[in-house]
């Protein structure tokens, strides 16, 4: 996404996910999982493994990755990348953190 085109979406404070987890954000095509580690970063990816399509939100998150429930295929948070010997991406959303709340890059005006 152009920078200068991003919408940025306030989908909750911080503490409304629990550490380490994710929440779902559903738009319009796609549902989002939005993580948040230990350490309080946040990421966010399409909620679907590169696999078979596994609810990504619904996996285990560990340090900065997230393991598919389905297959366990452990999942980059940063870069969506299937880590080694798996291959394959789930696509990352630009998410950042103002004030304890969470901001979500949803579209393009």
């Known amino acids: 996404m152009d920078g200068s085109m991003l919408v940025w979406m306030d989908i909750g404070h911080l503490n409304d996910i629990p550490r380490p987890g994710s929440r779902v954000v559903t738009t ?3 549902d989002i999982a939005v993580f948040r580690t230990a350490d309080d970063r ?3 990816l399409h909620d679907r493994c590169p696999h078979k399509a596994g609810k990504l939100s619904q996996g285990i998150v560990h340090g900065d990755s997230v393991t598919c429930p389905l297959h366990n295929w452990v999942i980059g948070l940063e870069d969506g ?10 696509r990352t959303v630009p998410v950042r953190l103002e ?3 969470i901001l979500l890059a949803v ?3």
């Open 107 to 109: 579209g393009g005006a």
């Open 99 to 101: 004030d304890g709340r």
């Open 28 to 30: 319009p095509g796609i």
């Open 42 to 44: 946040v990421f966010a």
């Open 81 to 90: 990348q299937a880590k080694e010997p798996d291959e394959g991406c789930s």
